[in-house]
Nanobody
């Protein structure tokens, strides 16, 4: 059974940092491009960062230089380090495969106050 469990979200002030973690079931994680997505209130869910099994990372423009995605293939985990957070980063953050996806987890809420 495919499972995705995200954690690490919190309420922080603008300029602060958070580290999100995701544990994925082995069947989805192995060999897959994994990504972090986010969904702000009233908006659709968008991909913000992805990482290949070999560790090549890619980011959308508005998080470049602030977010860093990494993965531990031995532990089936994907991490998103978020620095210099802005109020517009407020959203529920989810992880999932990019090309092959499993059922969405509950996500983790990130709220950035100004």
């Amino acid at each position: 059974q495919v499972q995705l469990v995200e954690s690490g979200g919190a309420l922080v002030q603008a300029g602060g940092s958070l580290r999100l973690s995701c544990v994925a079931s082995r069947g989805l994680f192995s060999g897959s491009v994994m990504g972090w997505f986010r969904q702000a209130p009233g908006k659709k869910r968008d991909l913000v960062a992805s990482i290949t099994y070999g560790g090549y990372a890619n980011y959308v423009e508005f998080v470049k230089g602030r977010f860093t995605i990494s993965r531990d293939n031995a532990k089936n985990t994907v991490t998103l380090q978020m620095n210099n957070l802005k109020p517009e980063d407020t959203a529920i953050y989810y992880c999932n495969g990019v090309n092959t996806q499993g059922p969405w987890g509950q996500g983790t809420q990130v709220t950035v106050s100004s």
